[in-house]
């Protein structure tokens, strides 16, 4: 979607940027999607409005200039009605969302490592087993197939990314039964299902020597066979 007063600076690579894009897209709102190429983006800085030197960055006519990927989920999630309906299921949104970025920041360490092979280890056999079963319980504990409510929230979207974009091609066996029948429900929401389809990035981290893995499209293998 384009639109001149919404726009929305991140880098050509899933990485900090699906979960905001994909919200922008439930959300069904018009803007300019600026897929920034990282050879461009060393003079694109220069002429940005950027509050910490950096992107993500949103821009509307309510909030100006927003940064922080996590900020700007939260800032589009209310905005589209996608943060619970009572204090209680905010607070439960709040607790999936950083679980998932607890499993993010593990998943960082491997994927950024000097020494991939050094790390990869653990992590299938104990962080992503981990955190499957904190994600199993939080499934459980709700009963809809969402992981807060009766309805698609910030916490399923961003479920979703980290699961799909930064845990599943280590390993798509460590994905669990209930993991995966959440994945198919939220690609059957007509806007992921389109989003994933027409616009979804190829790889979570970009070809470049400091990234160790989720760097080749053939990485992503499968990702959306059901």
Known sequence: MSGSGNHYYYFDVRARGFANRLLLEIGGIE?????VQFQEWGGLKETLPLTFNQIPIWQDEEVGTLAQSDAIARYLARKFDLYGKSPKEAAQIDEAYELFNDLLKELIKTVFADDLNAKIQGTLDTTIPKYMNFAEKLLARNGTGWFVGDSLSLADVQAFHI??????????ELITPPIQAFLKKMRE????????TEKICATTTPNLPFAKYLNQPEQFKGEFDD
């Not at 803007?31 to 897929?35: A, G, I, L």
């Not at 699961?163 to 798509?172: C, K």
């Not at 929401?189 to 994933?196: G, L």
């Open 163 to 172: 699961i799909n974009n930064w845990t599943r091609p280590f390993s798509p």
């Open 31 to 35: 803007y300019t999607d600026h897929r």
């Open 189 to 196: 929401v007509p806007a992921v299902k389109k989003y994933v």
